[in-house]
């Protein structure tokens, strides 16, 4: 079978051939299968190759093949689109394993090797990229150029000379460890999988040979290499599979990005204009990036917000998609502490997103408002920022822009997370270019973590950070660190950056609060508080905070105050070793 996906030239487009026999053996232990989605399940994930071989000792290892196939191929496609690939795949994969690992237990079999096992490979074709996952001894290669290399290894045991098992396989353990990696692709690499009944008896020429002999009819080149590999000898089932990239995505191939081309940017609106089903109400702000409008929807009757993009930007392919990227994030997102998008209205007609009307003032005007205020308030308001930003978190998202202007509280003391402009998904990172260099600092530097002065992409603890930064000023009346942070451009005079106290001797702010802080707040996100619960717990729990503290050397708690005790050492030292008797 040759199989094709993607119709036009800047879409992904593979030719695909597939075969499959049992040999010499009475059952076929092999299982395999790949799919080939339209979009938008082309660009968000991918094309999904699979690849299983069972073990011959166990009377039951096609059942685990077949399982683990199918329900990858299935389950795969039903992870959050703003996952990657590597996390989708490692948590589909990681419950196969468990299930099929819980069967072989209910079998009560002290014999692994007769349970539900099963080696697993597993190719990912997205956007300009293959991501493999492996584990066992089914193999990957890819030809380019006339050459064949071998893209994975294989988790064999040898226990004497010619016998071995498998180190690694899907349902052996209850714990699954998992060979990941990329490989950036090019128009025409080819791609083979097989099994060690095929890989051990056919080599790199015969692959070669056998796709040069077929261009036009994979499955035939599938079935001539299994047929190679019976006549050489081989006792095992015979499988292989063979996948050619035949296009590869262009830039603007997404489905956000086809809309950021395609659609014409509005005109400048005004109060008591009608748009797009919308009455325009007020204009809200105006910057160098947007328009932001107030309006009323004609047909549902509630109030929304309308972003349309400045006049500067119009002509920025990059910020046109970020703009439409915001409304597809908050799509995804359902938390009370998160604006969200507006309901669809039918196919639009202008490039600009909607989102639901927050009513209240900003957290910025809050802390005008609050100079001096109380810590439970404080606290209050960026334990409900938390819960916002955790809800970005479980999709793989990071904010990247926290900062007071972009965060309501309303009438009740709600806080709700207002913009979304700079977010970040990791599924969407994967279709961007591996050589486009550095990620841009989309965020506003004053709050900023650390690591986007150094080019790094952010993280969840970026956002920790950015989070920590807002309490730090409710508490003190200034930014942790002042300008320094953003004149230091390198790690090594980030920590050099000396942490400031929030303590007050005019406020009540416990000593616990400030360890919590200074630990959030570290220039190194690999030091920082690991999780935004942990965070939020510790700020209510000083034994809690007293712990995260201790566990830190002095060197991170306080760098200036290490240094200066290293100095003072070494200059008792000296003058010792200078003293004469």
Known sequence: MDARAGG?????????????????????????????PGEPLLGAKGIAVALADGIGS?????????????????????????????????????????WLHAQTRQRHDPDRDRGYVCAMTVMVLKSTTAHILHVGDARIYRLRNGAVEQLTEDHRVWIARGKSCLGRALGL??????????????????????????????????????????????????????????????????????????????????????????????????????????????ELHASSRSHVYLARDLAGGGQAVIKIPSLDLRHDPAYLERLLTEE??????????????????????YLYTVSEYVPGQTLAQWMAAHPRPALEPAIAIIEQIARGLQAFHRLDLVHQDLRPEN????????AKIIDLGSATAAGMEELAHADDGAPPMLGTAQYAAPEYFLGEAGTPRSDLYSLAAMLYQMLSGRLPYGADMARARSRAAQLRLNYVSVLDREREIPAWVDNVLSRALHPDPRARTPELS?????????????RGSERLPLLERNPVAFWKGLSLLLAIVIAVLSFKP
């Open 8 to 36: 036009e030239p800047a879409t992904l487009r593979v030719a695909a051939g597939q075969h499959t026999e049992p040999g010499r053996k009475a059952v076929n232990q092999d299982f395999h299968g790949l799919c080939l």
């Open 58 to 98: 166990s009377n039951v290892s096609h059942i685990a093949s077949e399982t683990a196939v199918a329900s990858f191929l299935e389950d795969y496609y039903c992870t959050p689109e703003t996952w990657s690939v590597r996390k989708s795949a490692q948590k589909v994969l990681g419950a196969a394993n468990a």
């Open 534 to 546: 942990e965070f939020t717990h510790a700020l209510r729990h000083p034994a809690e905070a007293a």
């Open 407 to 414: 965060v309501i509280i309303t009438a009740d003391g709600t």
């Open 328 to 349: 597809w994030i908050a799509r995804r997102i359902d938390s009370r502490h998160v604006a969200r998008a507006w309901p669809r209205a039918g196919r639009r007609g």
């Open 173 to 282: 353990a209850p714990h699954l460890e998992i060979d990941y990696h990329t490989q950036p692709l090019e128009a025409g690499d080819v791609f083979l999988l097989a099994t060690d009944g095929v890989h051990e008896h056919v080599g790199a020429q015969d692959m070669a040979d056998a796709v040069a002999a077929h261009p036009h009819a994979l499955d035939d080149a599938a079935r001539a290499l299994a047929r190679l590999a019976l006549e050489r000898g081989s006792e095992d089932n015979l499988t292989i599979q063979i996948v050619r990239v035949d296009a590869l995505p262009s830039r603007q191939a997404g489905e956000i990005a086809r809309y950021s081309r395609d659609l014409p940017c509005p005109p400048l609106l005004a109060a008591g204009q009608e748009f797009e089903g919308f009455l325009i109400l007020d």
